[in-house]
């Protein structure tokens, strides 16, 4: 079984920074890619940000210029630096994790719990 665990968010004013990070654990031979999805309330959950096996990085153009993705393949992490925050980047962040190969002939996706992040204004 592999596991997602977030860590970081939490309450920062407006142009603040915040750091959320986030480990995958268990049988894992793998990982395609790494990534973060938000969820605001009453909203459809987005992507903010992933970053293939290989580097290559995703963003929403929300987030461009502010956000910085990373990854440790070797520590099967990712982190999501995020400055200038606005108040419309309040919501749920969840880790992904996409093609992850659990088994010899199984390839998966997993979620983590979600941190929440709130930007006040």
């Known amino acids: 079984q592999v596991q997602l665990v977030e860590s970081g968010g939490g309450l920062v004013q407006a142009g603040g920074s915040l750091r959320v990070s986030c480990v995958a654990s268990?049988?894992?031979?793998?990982?395609?890619?790494m990534g973060w999805y938000r969820q605001a309330p009453g909203k459809q959950r987005e992507l903010v940000a992933h970053?293939?096996?290989?580097?290559?990085?995703n963003y929403a153009d929300s987030v461009k210029g502010r956000f910085t993705i990373s990854r440790d393949n070797a520590k099967n992490t990712v982190s999501l630096q995020m400055n200038s925050l606005k108040p419309e980047d309040t919501a749920v962040y969840y880790c992904?994790?996409?093609?992850?190969?659990?088994?010899?002939?199984?390839?998966?996706?997993?979620w983590g719990q979600g941190t929440q992040v709130t930007v006040s204004s």
């Open positions: 992904n994790a996409q093609g992850v190969r659990d088994g010899i002939y199984s390839r998966n996706d997993y």
């Open positions: 268990g049988r894992i031979f793998s990982i395609y890619a």
């Open positions: 970053i293939t096996s290989g580097g290559s990085t």
